[in-house]
């Protein structure tokens, strides 16, 4: 009996300590998924390579005209404030970004449903998507500044184009393999067109077209810098080269850190959509 007590006792602290080894991991998870922890988490890093910007250009061991201290980059931003120019160069580029992404999200959407549902339009049109989708940004320049001169159209269509191949490829992949017991299941209740594409193939593929919309958003700010290099003269890529011109290191990082703020912000913002979106739909 004190063998078979001895072995319960064992059992009863096995249990337990794993239990408590499992409400340790929930609680570590619990912990990281608060919204504040999450902030605090996402801030350490930032924090972390400030601190090294600041050693190394105080110390002496980065010369400052090759790296400046993070107090002139905030000088130099206080400066274009003051002049009123800042807050222009980051209304002009939020603008044409938005717009780019908004106009090339919507045709990428459109046109991964013609491929992601139609056999006869994935033939026409993947291989020639494909192909198009390897040139470089660059490429484009030329040709949309002598369609389109260098008036806004050439640079928003440029930003269009690059929102576009992310929003396609991922939604027409999406489409493709949605599982086919679901389509089945609803055409065994006489779904048919549009109602089976609202109530079965879109709830399926949400995800997808949320991931897509961000690495499109993404790719909006990347080709924003390419755009505004078409004979631009305000937006922070017209501030990027402007400041290479005239040698102010200074005001390159700072059109270096607001483009990651900005980029940072509209993914965030994405991101409560893509929540809200999900809990509705799936």
Do not use: C
Request: without cysteine.
């Amino acid at each position: 009996m004190s063998d078979i007590a001895e072995a319960v006792a064992l059992e009863g602290s096995r249990r337990a300590l794993e239990q408590s080894a499992g409400s340790g991991r929930s609680a570590g998870r619990n912990l990281w998924n608060r919204p504040g922890a999450r902030l605090l988490g996402g801030l350490l890093l930032p924090v972390v390579i400030l601190a090294a910007w600041q050693i190394a250009t105080t110390s002496g061991l980065v010369p400052t005209y090759r790296l400046p201290t993070p107090a002139s980059v905030f000088t130099a931003g206080v400066e274009l404030a003051e002049r009123g120019q800042l807050w222009t160069h980051i209304a002009i580029s939020v603008q044409r970004v938005l717009l780019g992404f908004a106009i090339g999200s919507l045709i990428g959407l459109a046109v991964a449903a013609v491929v992601g549902l139609s056999r006869l339009g994935d033939v026409l049109l993947s291989p020639t998507l494909a192909a198009l989708r390897a040139v470089p940004s660059l490429a484009w320049v030329p040709l949309l500044i002598l369609w389109m001169q260098i008036g806004e159209e050439s640079k928003v269509t440029l930003i269009a184009i690059g929102a576009f191949f992310p929003v396609y490829t991922t939604v027409a992949d999406a489409l493709r393999h949605v599982d086919p017991h679901l389509v089945e299941a609803g055409r065994s209740f006489s779904l048919r067109g549009w109602s089976l594409f609202r109530t079965v193939q879109l709830p399926a593929v949400v995800p997808s077209v949320m991931s897509g919309l961000r690495l499109a958003l993404a790719q909006s700010w990347l080709f924003l810098v390419a755009a505004e290099l078409i004979a631009s003269s305000m937006g922070l890529g017209f501030l990027l080269d402007d400041s290479q011109n005239n040698g102010r290191v200074d005001r390159i990082l700072l059109a270096i850190v607001l483009l990651a703020l900005l980029g940072t912000i509209t993914n965030a913002i994405l991101g409560f959509v893509e929540r809200h979106l999900l809990k509705r739909w799936t």
